[in-house]
């Protein structure tokens, strides 16, 4: 064997790395209004475990919450589709409700659009940086930094709409 | 504390997880892994190929069985009219088919508002119309003694039975239609012997018993005129 080249990892090695995040997924699930967030963490564990191959293991968060976003979308669906009057409405991609520790930041993030929300809130509320926030929306992480500069302006002008005290948003994006 | 800050302190508070974590880990890992090697991409991609193939010849010859059904033998029938003008029209062209006892004319049908239903149904109700005002006149005649009316009645019932009458196979949905080729109007009846109540009940009219019919008549005619023997 070549010195330089190390043995392949043991696939029980590699995914006990990423489901080191199994609280970080379940987390992410709760906040954004899953009814079962452990069951999506398992889930989303499971499909990692058969996807192992394409998982980052250095940060797999991006791609878990990716995974998560998937399952809580289809778990909205059939939410949906068992309710009689949800399905008179019914959206194609029915967006995550998000609930947060403070009402008037719940306004607020309930003023933006999905895409904004989410850019706010991978970065905010998960610990992404923006270069790994990008990666989980699947956009260069130049167009990450436009869409969050824009998301942040937004949140900030709703929240200051909401009467409460707010000062000019001046967040650095920290880089990695 | 701006916006940022703001957003970040509202974070809630995380549940941890309650599930057993070493349980749930051993079951994941239990199944069959994905990682790099577990899989070749050349079997993957000849393991899509077969599937792919396969899924074609299960669409075609699914397509060749609908073809081949509808052509020949009982299918269902999904194309439905809503509009009464087009009822009407196929109501109207059924009664130019069909006749009625001497005297009678064609009531006046129509659609029902939101309503819809299939393409065969006006014929189907004109060979009903037609069929309880032979059967009352056939009940009138043998009750009056008449044999020349009788034998009309039981000739036009006859050639109801026999061209417009279609039985659909058991088990057949509400929808069900008779193999393409079948000539309009038609009556389609169910296969649960009410065909055979009927082809009994015309043969003891026919022997000058008209209980069967007399019974029919009166459970069907309900607002439909019939004239008197002549």
């Not at chain 1, 797999?60 to 008179?88: G, H, I, Y």
């Not at chain 2, 916006?3 to 809630?12: I, Q």
């Not at chain 2, 999904?78 to 109207?92: A, G, H, M, Q, S």
């Not at chain 2, 239903?117 to 009138?140: D, F, H, K, L």
């Amino acid at each position: 064997m070549n010195p330089d080249q190390h043995p392949p990892e043991d696939p029980e090695a590699r995914f006990r790395r990423v489901f080191a995040h199994l609280q970080p997924v379940a987390d992410y699930a709760a906040r954004r209004g899953s009814p079962d967030p452990e069951a999506i963490a398992a889930e989303t564990m499971a499909i990692a475990w058969r996807r192992l191959d394409r998982v980052p293991v250095d940060d797999p968060r991006p791609w878990l919450f990716v995974t998560a976003r998937n399952l809580l979308m289809a778990e909205r669906r059939q939410s949906s589709r068992r309710s009689q009057a949800d399905r008179a409405l019914a959206r194609p991609e029915p967006e995550a409700a998000v609930e947060s520790a403070d009402p008037a930041v719940t306004r607020a993030l309930r003023t933006l659009s999905e895409r904004d929300r989410e850019a706010l809130l991978l970065v905010a509320w998960e610990d992404l940086s923006p270069a790994r926030a990008a990666e989980a929306l699947g956009i260069s992480p130049v167009a990450f930094r436009v869409r969050l500069l824009r998301a942040r302006r937004r949140f900030a002008r709703s929240l200051a709409a909401d009467g409460l005290p707010n000062t000019p948003d001046v967040l650095e994006v920290k880089s990695t | 504390m701006n916006a940022m800050d703001r957003l970040r302190a509202s974070r809630p508070a995380p549940a941890p997880v309650e599930a057993d974590r070493d349980a749930l880990f051993d079951r994941i890992v239990a199944t069959p892994p994905g990682g790099p090697g577990a899989r070749p991409a050349r079997r993957r991609r000849k393991l899509v190929l077969v599937a792919a193939v396969g899924l074609a010849v299960t669409l075609t010859a699914g397509t060749a069985v609908a073809v081949s059904t509808n052509l020949f033998g009982w299918h269902t029938d999904n194309t439905f009219i809503k509009d009464p003008r087009v009822w009407r029209t196929l109501y109207r062209d059924a009664t130019q088919e069909l006749r009625l006892p001497p005297g009678m004319v064609w009531p006046s049908r129509t659609l029902p508002p939101h309503t819809i239903t299939n393409r065969s149904e006006p014929g189907g109700m004109a060979v009903a119309i037609s069929q309880t005002a032979w059967e009352c006149y056939w009940t009138e005649a043998i009750r009056a003694g008449d044999p020349r009316a009788a034998r009309s009645a039981r000739a036009a019932l006859s050639d109801l039975v026999r061209h417009h009458i279609v039985v659909a196979p058991p088990g057949s949905p509400e929808n069900v239609a008779p193999p393409a080729g079948t000539q309009p109007p038609f009556e389609i009846y169910a296969s649960d012997g009410g065909i055979r109540y009927v082809k009994h009940s015309y043969a003891l009219a026919a022997a000058g018993d008209p209980s069967g019919v007399a019974q029919s008549c009166r459970a069907n005619r309900g607002d439909l005129r019939i004239p008197p023997v002549r």
